[in-house]
Protein backbone atom coordinates (compact mmCIF):
# COMPACT_ATOMS: atom_id res chain seq x y z
CA UNK A 1 0.00 0.00 0.00
CA UNK A 2 2.82 2.62 0.98
CA UNK A 3 4.86 1.73 -1.90
CA UNK A 4 2.24 2.54 -4.56
CA UNK A 5 1.95 5.79 -3.11
CA UNK A 6 5.39 6.48 -3.39
CA UNK A 7 5.71 5.75 -7.08
CA UNK A 8 3.52 7.63 -8.00
CA UNK A 9 4.76 10.23 -6.94
CA UNK A 10 8.08 9.33 -8.21
CA UNK A 11 6.86 8.84 -11.94
CA UNK A 12 6.29 12.67 -11.85
CA UNK A 13 9.42 14.06 -10.57
CA UNK A 14 12.70 14.21 -12.32
CA UNK A 15 15.60 13.13 -9.77
CA UNK A 16 18.40 14.54 -10.08
CA UNK A 17 21.01 13.80 -7.63
CA UNK A 18 23.99 15.30 -9.14
CA UNK A 19 25.50 11.93 -9.69
CA UNK A 20 26.59 10.41 -13.64
CA UNK A 21 26.12 6.88 -14.17
CA UNK A 22 28.61 6.21 -16.97
CA UNK A 23 30.04 3.09 -18.24
CA UNK A 24 32.71 3.01 -16.03
CA UNK A 25 31.01 3.37 -13.06
CA UNK A 26 28.85 0.23 -13.47
CA UNK A 27 31.54 -1.73 -14.41
CA UNK A 28 33.50 -0.69 -11.00
CA UNK A 29 30.49 -1.59 -9.07
CA UNK A 30 30.37 -5.02 -10.29
CA UNK A 31 33.64 -5.32 -9.25
CA UNK A 32 35.62 -5.69 -13.10
CA UNK A 33 38.85 -4.53 -13.31
CA UNK A 34 39.12 -1.59 -16.24
CA UNK A 35 42.25 -0.90 -17.53
CA UNK A 36 43.20 2.41 -16.43
CA UNK A 37 44.40 4.77 -19.72
CA UNK A 38 46.88 7.47 -19.27
CA UNK A 39 46.10 11.09 -19.84
CA UNK A 40 47.77 12.08 -23.67
CA UNK A 41 50.36 13.74 -23.34
CA UNK A 42 50.76 17.05 -25.37
CA UNK A 43 53.65 16.02 -28.21
CA UNK A 44 56.92 17.39 -28.08
CA UNK A 45 57.01 19.06 -30.89
CA UNK A 46 54.06 21.66 -29.68
CA UNK A 47 55.16 24.51 -27.70
CA UNK A 48 53.12 25.96 -25.13
CA UNK A 49 53.08 29.86 -26.00
CA UNK A 50 51.26 32.55 -23.22
CA UNK A 51 49.38 34.83 -24.73
CA UNK A 52 50.30 37.68 -26.38
CA UNK A 53 48.87 40.08 -23.51
CA UNK A 54 50.98 38.37 -21.25
CA UNK A 55 53.94 39.18 -23.52
CA UNK A 56 53.28 42.79 -23.46
CA UNK A 57 52.65 42.45 -19.91
CA UNK A 58 56.04 41.09 -19.05
CA UNK A 59 57.51 44.10 -21.36
CA UNK A 60 55.97 46.87 -19.60
CA UNK A 61 56.98 45.61 -16.04
CA UNK A 62 60.34 44.77 -17.04
CA UNK A 63 61.01 48.29 -18.93
CA UNK A 64 59.28 49.47 -15.90
CA UNK A 65 62.11 47.95 -13.54
CA UNK A 66 64.57 49.02 -15.86
CA UNK A 67 63.26 52.75 -15.09
CA UNK A 68 62.89 51.99 -11.59
CA UNK A 69 66.65 50.39 -11.66
CA UNK A 70 67.76 53.55 -13.43
CA UNK A 71 66.25 56.11 -11.12
CA UNK A 72 67.71 54.79 -8.47
CA UNK A 73 70.95 54.61 -9.67
CA UNK A 74 70.70 58.35 -10.48
CA UNK A 75 69.24 59.11 -7.26
CA UNK A 76 72.53 57.34 -5.70
CA UNK A 77 74.79 59.66 -7.69
CA UNK A 78 72.94 62.98 -6.57
CA UNK A 79 72.84 61.56 -3.05
CA UNK A 80 77.15 61.09 -3.17
CA UNK A 81 77.49 64.57 -5.00
CA UNK A 82 75.50 66.71 -2.48
CA UNK A 83 77.04 64.51 0.60
CA UNK A 84 80.59 65.92 -1.57
CA UNK A 85 79.55 69.45 -1.92
CA UNK A 86 77.86 69.21 1.74
CA UNK A 87 81.61 68.75 2.74
CA UNK A 88 83.26 71.50 1.05
CA UNK A 89 80.54 73.79 2.01
CA UNK A 90 80.91 72.75 5.51
CA UNK A 91 84.24 73.66 5.43
CA UNK A 92 84.05 76.63 3.85
CA UNK A 93 81.21 77.91 6.29
CA UNK A 94 84.07 76.67 9.43
CA UNK A 95 86.54 78.39 7.79
CA UNK A 96 84.18 81.72 7.37
CA UNK A 97 82.88 81.46 11.09
CA UNK A 98 86.90 81.32 12.24
CA UNK A 99 87.38 84.44 9.83
CA UNK A 100 84.32 86.43 11.35
CA UNK A 101 85.35 85.44 15.08
CA UNK A 102 88.48 86.23 14.64
CA UNK A 103 87.86 90.03 13.22
CA UNK A 104 84.98 90.59 15.79
CA UNK A 105 85.29 94.37 17.06
CA UNK A 106 86.41 94.60 20.40
CA UNK A 107 86.18 97.89 21.77
CA UNK A 108 89.04 99.59 23.12
CA UNK A 109 89.09 99.52 27.01
CA UNK A 110 88.64 103.01 28.70
CA UNK A 111 90.65 103.73 32.07
CA UNK A 112 88.38 103.79 34.67
CA UNK A 113 87.94 107.29 36.09
CA UNK A 114 88.47 107.90 39.27
CA UNK A 115 89.87 104.84 40.41
CA UNK A 116 92.28 106.34 42.73
CA UNK A 117 89.80 108.34 44.76
CA UNK A 118 87.23 104.72 44.89
CA UNK A 119 90.40 102.94 46.19
CA UNK A 120 91.19 105.28 48.81
CA UNK A 121 87.33 105.72 49.80
CA UNK A 122 87.32 101.55 49.85
CA UNK A 123 90.40 101.43 52.13
CA UNK A 124 88.81 104.01 54.90
CA UNK A 125 85.97 102.07 55.22
CA UNK A 126 88.01 98.08 55.61
CA UNK A 127 90.12 100.25 58.17
CA UNK A 128 87.72 102.28 59.89
CA UNK A 129 85.26 99.36 60.56
CA UNK A 130 83.69 100.93 63.82
CA UNK A 131 83.83 104.73 62.37
CA UNK A 132 82.70 104.82 59.27
CA UNK A 133 82.09 108.80 59.43
CA UNK A 134 85.73 108.69 59.61
CA UNK A 135 86.52 108.40 55.92
CA UNK A 136 83.81 111.48 54.66
CA UNK A 137 87.02 113.09 53.21
CA UNK A 138 87.72 110.33 51.20
CA UNK A 139 84.10 109.84 50.12
CA UNK A 140 84.02 113.79 49.41
CA UNK A 141 86.70 113.63 47.00
CA UNK A 142 85.55 110.55 45.10
CA UNK A 143 82.03 112.34 44.63
CA UNK A 144 84.38 115.86 43.50
CA UNK A 145 86.18 113.44 41.33
CA UNK A 146 83.28 111.60 39.41
CA UNK A 147 81.11 115.01 39.44
CA UNK A 148 83.81 116.71 37.29
CA UNK A 149 84.04 113.22 35.13
CA UNK A 150 80.29 113.37 34.66
CA UNK A 151 80.26 117.10 33.68
CA UNK A 152 83.09 116.70 30.82
CA UNK A 153 81.10 114.02 29.30
CA UNK A 154 78.02 116.44 29.89
CA UNK A 155 79.61 119.26 28.14
CA UNK A 156 77.61 121.21 25.20
CA UNK A 157 79.44 120.85 21.80
CA UNK A 158 80.83 124.33 20.63
CA UNK A 159 78.99 125.37 17.63
CA UNK A 160 80.22 125.50 14.32
CA UNK A 161 81.18 128.69 13.32
Known sequence: MGQRWSRDSDDGEELTSGVRITKELLDQLDGKVVPVQAPPRPSASLAVRPPAEDVRAVEREAKHDQQLAHALERSRRVGRLLLKTEEAELGS???????????????????QPCKEAAAAATACYEAKTADPLACAPAVEAYVRCSQKVWEG???????AA
Not at 95 to 101: G, N, T
Not at 153 to 159: D, G, I, K, T
Open 93 to 111: ITRLADELLASEYNAPSRP
Open 153 to 159: RQAPVPA
